[in-house]
């Protein structure tokens, strides 16, 4: 039993050093690609990465029409490797030269500039695959090439699946992260430790469909506590999560937090300007009680009534007429709706 404990033990440290398929620092937008001159307009080779983070398809290099036909042409596609470690991954690999020989789209890998063929020359042998694993050192630049010898008579295509290399430091460890209504605004507040290679929190709101970024806090390892405020929640149901970024842009996201906001227009003051009284009108969907308060604009409590809620629309007088002029707002404490007036 023990030995199976420290084989699993291994097995996740590991994995916590590694990145699996194209994400984080390997992620597509870290790559660069490269075309040796002689690739022409016809068809000059490309990589296709819509199907990461599972897998990227490199196709080589073929255009009869260009005047350099027959010179080779080669399509790199590479990154520079964030620490050091084991470098592996799956491939396949298709030719389409029309006399059925590989010979003339070489596929393979890039180990600091060095060219190491993995597909053979075999004729017929059209379909190809296999795996590749090898150790690398940080700062080494790393990729993927086809070689058109002769750039003409069909091309080849690369395709890597299964991808791993080496990552840089232990994730982030998120300890708590909450979310929670006030005054109609959403305070969102976490701690995090082994905060090494942290960078930054996103901060990303939905309402059910795609998250979308309201915010950014800078990582300061020396006090791991946080918070965020935001000022304009959606009416109805807010999805809150963080994505935790390290400095070599590798991220997580934390858990998804809901906050729900019933419609601020529950909550309305009339008329607006006032001068002697004004009416607060209050929504509720059961009977219950709420407090309402009477802020200045420093947001200095003035007065407070407890009013009794029954289910529907609720109206209330509020005698306003020895306040001072200016700017003052009405909060439903129980809900943390807050509206505006104006004293003239």
Request: aromatic content about 10%; overall charge neutral; hydrophobic content about 35%.
């Amino acid at each position: 039993m023990k030995k199976l404990y420290l084989l699993f033990f291994c097995a996740l440290l590991c994995s916590l050093f590694t990145f699996a398929q194209f994400s984080g620092g390997y992620a597509p937008s870290k790559w660069a690609t490269f075309k040796s001159s002689g690739a022409g307009i016809v068809n000059s080779g490309s990589v296709d990465a819509s199907g990461a983070p599972s897998t990227i398809t490199i196709t080589g290099s073929d255009d009869p029409s260009n005047p350099l036909t027959g010179t080779p042409v080669d399509i790199d596609y590479t990154i520079t490797a964030a620490a050091s470690g084991t470098w592996s991954f799956n491939w396949s690999y298709a030719t389409h030269d029309q006399y059925n020989d590989p010979q003339y789209d070489l596929a393979g890998v890039l180990i600091g500039g060095a060219f190491t063929q993995l597909s053979t020359n075999t004729v017929n042998l059209i379909n190809q695959s296999g795996t590749f694993s090898v150790s690398v050192t940080a700062g080494t630049v790393i990729g993927f090439r086809i070689s058109a010898t002769d750039n003409s008579y069909g091309n080849a295509t690369f395709t890597i699946s299964g991808f791993s290399a080496p990552a840089t430091t232990l994730p982030v460890v998120l300890k708590q992260f909450t979310a929670t209504p006030k005054a109609g605004k959403t305070c969102l507040t976490w701690s995090a430790t082994s905060e090494i290679n942290t960078a930054q929190y996103v901060i990303e709101r939905s309402q059910g469909n795609d998250f979308e970024k309201i915010g950014t806090v800078q990582a300061n390892s020396s006090t791991s506590s946080y918070s965020f405020t935001d000022a304009s929640p959606h009416e109805g149901t807010n999805y809150y999560r963080l994505r935790m970024v390290d400095k070599d842009g590798t991220f997580s996201f934390s858990p998804i937090k809901t906050v729900k906001f019933s419609s601020l227009s529950q909550l309305q003051l009339y008329p607006n300007p006032a001068s002697t009284t004004i009416q607060v009108s209050l929504k509720s969907e059961h009977a219950r009680s709420e407090t309402l308060e009477l802020c200045n604009a420093a947001g200095s409590l003035l007065r407070t009534r407890v009013i009794s809620m029954t289910p529907g629309m609720n109206r209330v007088e509020l005698d306003i007429s020895t306040l001072p002029n200016g700017l003052y707002d009405i909060r439903a404490k129980g809900t943390g709706w807050v509206q505006s007036f104006i004293k003239n």
